[in-house]
């Protein structure tokens, strides 16, 4: 049985929540599927914290993340849900490049202030620091699962249908509409079918439109419990020693229990996988180099992870996002690491894609990516 709808969106994380949430509000009819059943953690997009900030060592990437942030107080006041933790952000280490981070934060207008390790470590007790440190205080943690109900919420309440444990099985261009063909033996006949499905976009869209090398990683996350729980949470904190030794914790939220246990975690490397490969299974020379990195950097906490987790990366050669539309497919792997933050922009990009509203940011494009040069915008 075809069934006839405007736009499709397929995948219901961060990216494609936000999708359905910001193409509804349009009263597009929309439907939205997810193979998999609600608040599962099998992609990139479960879980009570991630770093939200307007830090990078980016223009681009500092600019958005303001609009974003707009876009999340307004998903805030509309689903009367608290998503933010706002307790300030750090960003340290000589491959972080302080300096840069400080100037593309005042080219913004972003009050910030720079500290010496001294002073730093002073100010938060319980961590150690190098070099000049960054603080900032539009950061701190983002709520994901609570955001992916509320902007799902939104959605269904301005018609969007919400289908979990529907599987798609292919997309097809037919003329220039698209088909979703779905497990079962259903299909959808949109007008535009965004694909949000980070892990599994390759093995859904790569025989059909271009992609650029992306590659697909299982993540740990740890969370150590704090020495003083009644302590003031920290703020989140970037600290990058060179490319390849890049480590982030912040304030664990519900994953980090009633003690509040700090999330640490390496940004790279990762263990390659693909979407429906990865085991679960924590590697144990991650363990030990991040429980090494806590008992060198983070006196405050307990050095024995209470708790641990998996995740998934899926990365392009530049850590840039994907988000482009080819004929009446919408690619939107907003990914690398670091599109959390950024979501609820997202889906208006890909809303704006999809009903040829506008475009997007040049380095987002299929045409950017084809040329690319390996990267690392980093967290």
């Known amino acids: 049985?075809?069934?006839?709808?405007?736009?499709?969106?397929?995948?219901?994380?961060?990216?494609?929540?936000?999708?359905?949430?910001?193409?509804?509000?349009?009263?597009?009819?929309?439907?939205?599927?997810?193979?998999?059943?609600?608040?599962?953690?099998?992609?990139?997009?479960?879980?009570?914290?991630?770093?939200?900030?307007?830090?990078?060592?980016?223009?681009?990437?500092?600019?958005?993340?303001?609009?974003?942030?707009?876009?999340?107080?307004?998903?805030?006041?509309?689903?009367?849900?608290?998503?933010?933790?706002?307790?300030?952000?750090?960003?340290?280490?000589?491959?972080?490049?302080?300096?840069?981070?400080?100037?593309?934060?005042?080219?913004?207008?972003?009050?910030?202030?720079?500290?010496g390790a001294?002073?730093?470590?002073?100010?938060?007790?319980?961590?150690?620091?190098?070099?000049?440190?960054?603080?900032?205080?539009?950061?701190?943690?983002?709520?994901?699962?609570?955001?992916?109900?509320?902007?799902?919420?939104?959605?269904?309440?301005?018609?969007?249908?919400?289908?979990?444990?529907?599987?798609?099985t292919a997309v097809r261009i037919e003329g220039d509409q698209a088909r979703v063909e779905l497990a079962g033996g259903d299909s959808l006949t949109p007008s535009c079918v965004v694909v949000a499905v980070g892990a599994w976009i390759e093995p859904l869209l790569g025989s059909l439109v271009w992609l650029p090398p992306m590659r697909v990683t299982q993540q740990q996350v740890f969370h150590f419990p704090r020495l003083e729980a009644s302590a003031p949470a920290w703020p989140s904190v970037i600290h990058v020693r060179t490319h390849g030794e890049e480590y982030y914790h912040l304030a664990g939220g519900r994953d980090g229990g009633p003690d509040d246990d700090r999330k640490v975690a390496e940004h790279v490397p990762g263990t390659a996988t693909r979407g429906d490969g990865p085991d679960g299974l924590v590697d144990p020379e991650s363990r030990r180099r991040v429980v090494a990195y806590v008992r060198r950097w983070l006196p405050g906490l307990d050095p024995s992870p209470r708790a641990e987790a998996t995740c998934l990366y899926t990365r392009t050669r530049s850590e840039d996002f994907l988000i482009d539309r080819s004929g009446p497919i919408v690619i939107s792997s907003p990914c690398s690491g670091h599109g959390a933050k950024f979501a609820p922009l997202i889906g208006e990009f890909n809303a704006r894609l999809a009903l040829g509203e506008g475009g997007v940011p040049s380095r987002f494009t299929a045409a950017h990516h084809a040329t690319a040069a390996p990267g690392a915008v980093s967290l």
């Not at 955001?147 to 919400?162: E, S, V």
């Open 118 to 168: 001294a002073e730093a470590e002073r100010n938060w007790p319980g961590m150690r620091f190098e070099g000049d440190v960054v603080f900032h205080e539009q950061a701190g943690t983002l709520d994901a699962q609570a955001a992916m109900d509320a902007m799902l919420g939104l959605a269904r309440a301005d018609g969007a249908q919400i289908r979990f444990e529907r599987a798609v």
């Open 1 to 115: 049985m075809a069934m006839d709808v405007d736009v499709v969106v397929v995948g219901c994380g961060l990216a494609g929540s936000a999708t359905a949430w910001a193409l509804a509000r349009r009263g597009v009819s929309v439907i939205a599927l997810e193979q998999f059943e609600p608040h599962h953690s099998r992609g990139s997009s479960h879980g009570s914290a991630r770093v939200v900030r307007r830090a990078y060592g980016d223009a681009l990437y500092t600019r958005l993340a303001g609009e974003a942030f707009e876009l999340w107080r307004e998903l805030e006041y509309r689903s009367a849900t608290p998503l933010l933790r706002m307790l300030g952000g750090l960003d340290f280490g000589s491959g972080r490049k302080p300096t840069d981070v400080a100037a593309h934060l005042a080219a913004a207008g972003v009050p910030h202030a720079v500290l």
